[in-house]
Each structure stands twice: as structure tokens, then as C-alpha cells.
């Protein structure tokens, strides 16, 4: 089946500009979970969403950023006055949300983000 | 702050040879511990998971890996890697009073030559 697609796949930006990623999880996942990787380094978490709400968004770095998942499949985040520090590979993952902890991740396969 | 260090950032090793990839985290509760692979053009998928049971954890295409609670490690092993083992390998832990709040290691790139 479908596995997570993410778009675009490629996209770069001026600095100070406004950017939307867009994932579409596996369909019936109810947990979906947005990561950032910088060169060199692996995932780093920005938030998690269990349906619509967003369980947990402490990794979020600052008020710059912002995801949503308005009906509980498809999810955007959004990047306001991009820097060029926001310059990374952003991740999508779903899974079926029952136990979160336990379940596998499925990841898509990143947007890359390349701010002048 | 919760951490998880991965020694090796890049392994070379001819086909064959075993490899064994440290793991080790800095948390105080518990936790559920995954190995997830990329390999080159392809997304990240699961290797193998622990959250209870037998420390002893068998994945796929012949991976395992061993929770050492004392030593707060989760190394990933395979007795004999061939060159289709070439990936990116990160350690992943997801402490279970944080649902579902995930750290990943910075990888560990293994490359197999033939």
C-alpha cells in the first residue's frame, strides 16, 4: 500500500519568507509525528499528533513554527520568517497510534529545506 | 537533559566481519528502545524494538540487539554483514512517560566493502 509521501520534496526559500510542508500519513494511522535533521546529525522531534490535536509540541523551537492536522490525516507545518538555520531536512512519520510507544514509526521520505 | 550517544560515527568493514554499534542513553525511567536503518535512497525503516521482555531483541535481516539496563545500552549486533548492509544506523528512544516524544542518536554511517 501507500506509505507516507511528503511534499515537496525539494524547496528552497529566501530568508524571511514563509514555507508550508505537507505530509499524508498511511492511511488509519491516527499518530503522526514531525522530526528536522541537520547534516551529520538523526532526527530531532518537533512535534506529535495524536488525531487532530497535537499531544506533544515541545520540541518545536520556537514561535516560527507551527503544524497542523486539521482532520486528522493530512498535516502541514508551517515556517514563518524562515532563517537560514532552518535549512535541514524535515521528516514525516505515521503510525497506527494505538500504543505510540511501541508501535512502529513508517517514515516518508523528507522534504529538504534550503534557505538563502 | 535526556540523550542518546551513538560512539561510532562511521564504520568500514569488509564483508563477513561482525559488527556491534554502541548505543547508550542518559535517562532515568524507563524506556523503549528502537534501531532504525536508512539505506542510501531510501527512507528510514525499523530494525527492531525492545519495551519489555527479553533483553534479547532479533530484527531483521539478521539483527539484534541487547538492553543493558545498568549500563543504559542498547547495542545492535550482527555476526557477519554483508554489502547490502551499507546504511545509516540510528538509535532511538522514547522514554514511556513521554508518549510519544522520540530521540534519535546522530547515526552511525557503516559502510561494507566487498
Known amino acids: 500500500g501507500a506509505g507516507v509521501s511528503q511534499t515537496p520534496s525539494n524547496k528552497v526559500t529566501e530568508k524571511g519568507k514563509y514555507v508550508e510542508l505537507r505530509c499524508d500519513p498511511i492511511?488509519?494511522?491516527?499518530?503522526l509525528y514531525w522530526y528536522r535533521q541537520s547534516l551529520g546529525q538523526g532526527p530531532e522531534f518537533l512535534i506529535y499528533?495524536?488525531?487532530?490535536?497535537?499531544?506533544?509540541d515541545s520540541g518545536l523551537p520556537n514561535d516560527r513554527f507551527f503544524a497542523v492536522r486539521p482532520e486528522g490525516s493530512v498535516s502541514t507545518l508551517k515556517i514563518q520568517r524562515t532563517e537560514r538555520g532552518d535549512s535541514a531536512v524535515y521528516l514525516c512519520a505515521s503510525s497506527p497510534g494505538r500504543t505510540p510507544h511501541t508501535d512502529t514509526q513508517y517514515f516518508g521520505p523528507g522534504t529538504r529545506l534550503t534557505v538563502l | 537533559a535526556q540523550s542518546v550517544s551513538q560512539h561510532n560515527h562511521h564504520v568500514i568493514l569488509s564483508e563477513a566481519a561482525s559488527l556491534e554499534l554502541g548505543c547508550n542513553y542518559s535517562y532515568g525511567g524507563t524506556v523503549n528502545l528502537f534501531w532504525y536503518v536508512q539505506y542510501p535512497g531510501q527512507h528510514l525503516q525499523l530494525l527492531l524494538k525492545y519495551f519489555s521482555g527479553d533483553p534479547l531483541v532479533k530484527g531483521i535481516k539478521g539483527f539484534e540487539a541487547e538492553f543493558i539496563k545498568s549500563k543504559f545500552s542498547f547495542n545492535l549486533r550482527k555476526p557477519s554483514v554483508q554489502w547490502s548492509d551499507t546504511a545509516e544506523y540510528f538509535c532511538?528512544?522514547?522514554?514511556?512517560?513521554?508518549?510519544?516524544?522520540?530521540?534519535f542518536g546522530a547515526g552511525t554511517q557503516v559502510v561494507v566493502t566487498p
Open positions: 492511511s488509519g494511522h491516527t499518530a
Open positions: 532511538a528512544v522514547n522514554p514511556t512517560d513521554s508518549w510519544g516524544k522520540f530521540q
Open positions: 499528533f495524536q488525531g487532530t490535536g497535537a499531544a506533544d
